[in-house]
């Protein structure tokens, strides 16, 4: 929360008590499960893959399961549109219905990762958030497109394809409220600062950062996030596929609300289980309160 003033610029981002997060007092720990898939070209096999993997996050004792960004999918302009489903017409997306039906059946909360999604003849980089009745609980779509050109190194046009979501996603789960972001959603810290102002404690980003962009920046990007917010940053992508045209970085990860890294992993396939304890959330406000030191007066002015 920014700090009580009168000016009028800071207005937005002071919020009614109604807005404000009261996160049930039984949940103080719990764990979470980052499911780092191996993506194929073959979507029932990606689905399987993904539920497989999702069991054995749970095994471990994850209530909260992650996916990576674009994992019933190769993260290629080649795959989007074959791929894409229409999650307003359930009963024929395969994702949409593994996805429910394994929340429901473990009563988990589960942040879907991101699919391709067909609405209204666009397609969006989208994930879905399904509580542990097996409902949707929200849709975040990607707001900020991958589209970068560095001669000699990269080129990604993410917008030749995709449509971009025009709002911010926050939910209320069994495990607290989180924002959502995908992947270059993360370059945005005015997006991570509007998520702590309403409540969040963890920010979820499924990505799928590259090898070129990733080993400089995926790591300090969700230390950075989760440091200047006070809260828990969770990233979740796919592993590296050597043959695929787009090198995968990997590396899931788990930072908690100093910018420490609780827990992360390497390229390969694997499950990263972690625990999140919000105590840390308030020892860490209340031992540096960020939101009382702001000076908004200043910057905003
Ligand atoms: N998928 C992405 O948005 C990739 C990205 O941001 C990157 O740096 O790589």
């Known amino acids: 929360m920014m700090a009580s003033s009168t000016s009028s610029s800071i207005e937005h981002t002071m919020l009614a008590a109604s807005e404000q997060l009261q996160v049930p007092s039984s949940i103080t720990k719990f764990k979470i499960g980052l499911c780092q898939l191996s993506v194929t070209s073959e979507k029932n096999q990606n689905l399987a893959c993904a539920h497989n993997s999702i069991k054995a996050a749970v095994k471990c004792g994850a209530s909260l399961v992650v996916l990576p960004e674009m994992w019933n999918c190769p993260y290629s302009n080649d795959y989007f549109a074959k791929f894409a489903e229409d999650f307003e017409n359930e009963d024929a997306s395969p994702t949409f219905s593994m996805l429910s039906e394994a929340a429901c059946s473990h009563g988990i909360t589960i942040v879907g990762g ?72 993360i370059r945005f810290p005015e997006l991570a600062a509007l998520y702590r102002a309403k409540g969040a404690r963890i ?27 006070q809260l828990f940053v969770a990233s979740c ?29 390497g390229h390969e396939e694997t499950v990263v289980v972690a625990e999140i304890d919000y105590s840390k959330i308030e020892l860490q406000r209340k031992g540096l309160p960020l939101d009382k030191q702001k000076r908004a007066d200043i910057y905003l002015s």
């Open 237 to 265: 992508s796919p592993s590296r596929d050597s043959s695929g045209s787009y090198a995968i970085w990997g590396h899931s990860t788990l930072v908690g609300p100093s910018g420490e890294i609780i827990a992360t992993s």
């Open 114 to 185: 991101s699919v391709p999604e067909s609405s209204d003849g666009q397609l969006y980089n989208t994930s879905c958030v399904f509580g542990p009745d097996g409902k949707l609980k929200a849709k975040h779509r990607k707001i900020h497109l991958f589209d970068i050109e560095i001669p000699g190194d990269i080129t990604f046009k993410e917008s030749d394809f995709f449509a971009a979501g025009d709002k911010p996603t926050i939910v209320d789960t069994d495990v607290g409220r989180i924002g959502i972001g995908i992947c270059h959603d």
């Open 203 to 229: 920010i979820c980003y499924p990505g799928a950062f590259n090898i070129s962009t990733g080993e400089l920046l995926w790591e300090v990007m969700q230390r950075a996030r989760a440091a200047d917010n």
